[in-house]
């Protein structure tokens, strides 16, 4: 079946640790994106990529990095500069150009600071 | 600008009563998209219906209606005789010459 798959589902991060979260889509869609969602809130653009090899910031990409390699794949790092990381993070992807398509969801992972 | 208004923060409804939840936005872009999606306990969001700025016909979908007028920039989202399996939150958004934008969503609960 077609679809988005995030893993994992619940992520633990110690403190000054990377984490990557990933993002893998099997529909054949060019654009990608990652959202954080704060509890009571909408979401929020942290990064997006339109074609492999090229990627934009979003509203909070301060404290995160990505990469997309394939098509496929869009990982998120999450990293020790992110001072509040705790949050749920979804990923997008959307068949044409970001400003029209309409985008899908992957079930999300909960991240989460010891 | 762009901004999605989503002035109801929760809404408690007993089942089978009919219920609308409200979207404002804002925008200068002449070409835009709307869209409502839904996000159940499991967490992931369900995309419901995506509307285009030229055209302003209401849609019905089973249970589900939407109202768009440009003229007081709303597209509100109607749940007739609603279920217990529609409780979620529910999000609308906006997409025009940037970034998609969402409104902060309304947690629906539905008693059975």
């Known amino acids: 079946d077609g679809g988005i798959t995030q893993s994992p589902k619940y992520l633990f991060r110690k403190e000054g640790q990377n984490v990557t979260l990933s993002c893998e889509q099997n529909?054949?869609?060019?654009?990608m994106y990652w959202y954080r969602q704060d509890p009571g809130q909408g979401l929020r653009l942290i990064y997006y990529s339109q074609i492999v090899n090229d990627f934009q910031k979003g509203d909070i990409a301060e404290g995160y990095s990505v990469s997309r390699e394939k098509k496929e794949s869009f990982p998120l790092t999450v990293t020790s500069a992110q001072k509040n990381p705790t949050a749920f993070y979804l990923c997008?992807?959307?068949?044409?150009?970001?400003?029209?398509?309409?985008?899908?969801f992957g079930p999300g992972t909960r991240l989460l600071v010891l | 600008a762009q901004k999605v208004t989503q002035a109801q923060t929760e809404i408690s409804v007993v089942e089978k009563e009919d219920v609308t939840l409200d979207c404002v936005y804002e925008?200068?872009?002449?070409?835009?998209?709307l869209f409502w999606y839904k996000q159940p306990p499991s967490g992931e969001l369900v995309f419901l219906i995506r509307r285009n700025s030229f055209d302003e016909q209401n849609e019905i979908s089973g249970r589900y209606s939407w109202n768009f007028q440009k003229s007081t920039s709303s597209f509100n989202f109607t749940i007739t005789a609603s279920q217990v399996v529609d409780s979620a939150v529910y999000f609308c958004?906006?997409?025009?010459?940037?970034?998609?934008?969402f409104g902060a969503g309304t947690r629906l609960t539905v008693k059975p």
């Open positions: 925008t200068r872009d002449t070409t835009y998209y």
């Open positions: 997008a992807s959307s068949p044409r150009g970001r400003q029209i398509g309409t985008q899908y």
């Open positions: 958004a906006l997409i025009g010459n940037a970034d998609m934008r």
């Open positions: 529909l054949n869609h060019d654009a």
